[in-house]
């Protein structure tokens, strides 16, 4: 991996909420660590008339619980500029190309060029229009385009997307970026299974009951109501976050890291799974709902800038099938959801019971449970595994424990935040936590017809109570396969000693 990598970066949206909580707090981690330094430049583009010294202080502010030197904040911030930019306006880019090729000389960059788009999707095509035709795209060096979600709203959309980008960026020049993907414990699957051989060769329906990945979020829809109300929790979460760490759980083993391998294996996982093709199929494995008002929390029609008579989702929950020799049969259940109980991301792999019970267990709490594989991803972060054991003392009682590896404050905190470790991947090329076309394609193939049946049949949204865990329904949608959501007291089973 190169240390002080060239690249100019160019920031589409450098007024937005995005670039100011998580774009420049990252490069300024990958300035500290030494991967860019001297030869290093950034330009931010809005349409807001800020002057260069504004942007600055903008960026200062942004970045001050991470400074521990002024004089290194200073250094930082002087390689920042700002231009005013209206992105339809092919004047505005002439004026963008002069700055980029006056950087260019002053940092040493060599043509190295990434261009991140952090505004609305609207304006992603005609954006990559302008920069070809206007000449951004050097001939030397790299060109690399950082895309945020959402990429298109369907599968057509996506597709009319793809193919306006693709006549100025190649696929391995186009960087669509899922934040996910740049979390500790979402990396850490692949190694969890793959360097693992007892959980590789138990990796199947031979001895999985079910898999389930539950992203709970405590909050409503902030400000963002708008947005969400044209978008929903199916297109927000599960096209893009939910699948893409169901195809790390489902992918066989790449060839070696490289990130086409890798890649090339989660195309594979995600055509593998089951498309539901029929009406009732989408409504016996899928259930959607919307949060309804408690004491203390509005319900989702009541928020700014929500239709009132909005029957956009909050919550779903489904079940996925995958159609391969490996999984066939082994349901792997998802739910996410705004307003819910608690705030946590995990996944829990829970592998079948013993084929005889040897051990006594009436009496006894929790005791002959299955065992357990969960991957804490947010806000715990490590690994824990339910097993039995005799209980200690006479007899042949036995009880369920847990053995777990969750990694402490310091860890956590000296560990890379997704962006910054997103960034440093472009930086160095590499597409491996980037989502290639075909697994967008793949995805919205997965969803449009979920989508498109919800639509079409208006069929029900249940409620449930903010502060809930979600609709009765979806714990129903378990209970038909004799199944219930694993759930247990993570601060109790956790807490330091």
């Not at 911030?77 to 000389?105: C, G, M, P, R």
């Not at 096209?239 to 066989?252: D, R, W």
């Not at 049949?457 to 396969?481: Q, V």
């Amino acid at each position: 991996m190169d240390t002080d990598i060239r690249a100019l970066f160019t920031i589409f949206g450098a007024t937005g909420d995005l670039a100011n909580r998580k774009l420049y707090p990252s490069l300024f981690r990958l300035y500290k660590k030494g991967y860019i330094k001297n030869n290093f430049a950034v330009i931010g583009t809005a349409r807001r008339q800020w002057s260069n010294d504004y942007f600055h202080e903008v960026i200062t502010k942004s970045i001050q619980n991470l400074v521990e030197d002024e004089t290194e904040l200073h250094e930082f911030i002087s390689h920042f500029y700002y231009i005013s930019h209206n992105v339809t306006d092919a004047d505005n880019y002439i004026e963008l190309k002069k700055l980029s090729e006056q950087l260019d000389e002053k940092y040493a960059i060599k043509q190295n060029r990434i261009f991140y788009l952090a505004m609305a999707p609207q304006f992603f095509g005609i954006i990559g229009d302008m920069l070809s035709s206007n000449h951004l795209i050097t001939d030397e060096g790299f060109n690399r385009l950082i895309i945020e979600k959402p990429f298109g709203h369907d599968l057509e959309s996506a597709t009319k997307l793809n193919n306006q980008l693709t006549k100025s960026f190649s696929e391995d020049q186009i960087y669509r970026i899922d934040h996910y993907l740049g979390k500790e414990m979402i990396q850490n699957i692949s190694a969890v299974r793959f360097s693992n051989m007892i959980f590789e060769s138990l990796w199947n329906n031979k001895y999985i009951d079910n898999v389930q990945i539950t992203l709970a979020e405590t909050v409503g829809v902030e400000d963002r109501g708008d947005y969400y109300d044209k978008t929903g929790a199916l297109r927000d979460m599960v096209q893009n976050h939910i699948l893409q760490t169901v195809a790390l759980l489902v992918m066989e083993p790449p060839l070696s890291l490289n990130g086409n391998d890798i890649r090339n294996e989660k195309i594979k996982a995600l055509r593998s799974l089951h498309l539901y093709k029929d009406s009732n199929d989408v409504l016996n494995n899928f259930v959607r709902g919307q949060y309804v008002a408690n004491e203390e929390m509005l319900g989702y029609t009541e928020e700014p800038k929500v239709n009132p008579d909005s029957h956009t989702e909050t919550f779903v929950a489904g079940k996925i099938l995958v159609d391969n020799f490996r999984w066939a049969g082994v349901p792997f259940y998802i739910r996410t959801g705004k307003r819910m109980s608690q705030k946590d991301t995990y996944i829990h792999v829970q592998f079948k019971h013993v084929s005889m019970e040897l051990f006594p267990t009436e009496g006894v709490e929790d005791v002959a449970e299955p065992n357990i594989l969960t991957i804490h991803i947010s806000p715990l972060e490590g690994f824990s595994l339910r097993m039995n054991a005799k209980r200690v003392g006479q007899g042949t009682e036995i009880q369920n424990i847990r053995m777990h590896s969750i990694f402490d404050e310091q860890a956590v905190a000296n560990s890379p935040e997704a962006y910054e470790r997103l960034l440093l991947d472009c930086l160095n090329g590499d597409p491996t936590n980037f989502t290639h076309w075909q697994e967008v394609e793949q995805s919205w193939r997965f969803i449009d017809y979920i989508r498109e049946t919800w639509d079409r049949n208006g069929w029900k949204l249940f409620d449930y109570e903010a502060g809930s865990m979600g609709p009765k329904e979806s714990f129903e949608l378990l209970e038909r396969d004799g199944f219930e959501w694993i759930s247990f007291d993570w601060a109790r089973h956790y807490k330091k000693d």
